[in-house]
């Protein structure tokens, strides 16, 4: 796939102008992390080489601009992900909490590791880093969303209820 394959649907495309709309023309750099924020979720969840290509030609700066922001930060994906990327937090709070036997409970649950994704292509875990909800730990982000004061029943629950959704989450 090349960067000419790539292009935005129509939706993308207005939620695009929109997003640059918000900074001044000679700023425009300045809109990158919410396009690549949008790319991710028009494009399966990753960013390959020809989506980020894509977004540096919307902005007109140099693909390696591109790629040294999607590269730094963890909210970027750069391989293809599961349907549904459960981003466990592990710092303080939530490791306090259980978030490794809640880690362990999904790796044994989806029979795959940490990073994997399910051979049925539906979940992946991926630890991150703190995800500002401590208060309310253990908790795991999937797509926009938040899941909090994680058990292991309540996790059972949202699986469930995903599988049977048994669709991509999405920012647009």
């Not at 900074?23 to 690549?36: G, R």
């Not at 790629?67 to 391989?79: G, H, I, P």
């Not at 909090?148 to 209820?161: A, G, P, Q, R, S």
Request: with cysteine; net charge negative; glycine share 4%.
């Amino acid at each position: 796939m090349t960067t000419a394959d790539i292009t935005f649907s129509e939706e993308a495309q207005q939620k695009a102008k929109d997003i640059l709309s918000q900074y001044p023309a000679d700023k425009s750099k300045s809109a990158l992390l919410p396009l690549l924020h949008l790319a991710q979720a028009e494009f399966d969840g990753w960013l390959s080489v020809p989506t980020m290509d894509y977004v540096a030609s919307i902005l007109n700066i140099k693909p390696i601009e591109v790629y040294e922001v999607a590269t730094f930060y963890s909210m970027y994906n750069l391989a293809p992900v599961g349907q549904y990327l459960i981003e466990v937090c592990q710092t303080s709070s939530c490791w306090m909490c259980g978030a490794e036997d809640i880690i362990k409970y999904l790796e044994k649950k989806l029979a795959v590791p940490t990073g994997e994704i399910s051979a049925d292509g539906m979940f992946q875990v991926k630890k991150v880093e703190c995800l500002g909800s401590c208060g309310t730990a253990p908790m795991f982000q999937i797509g926009d969303k938040f899941y909090e004061h994680l058990t292991f029943e309540k996790i059972d629950t949202i699986l469930e209820e995903l599988r049977k959704e048994n669709k991509r989450s999405r920012y647009v």
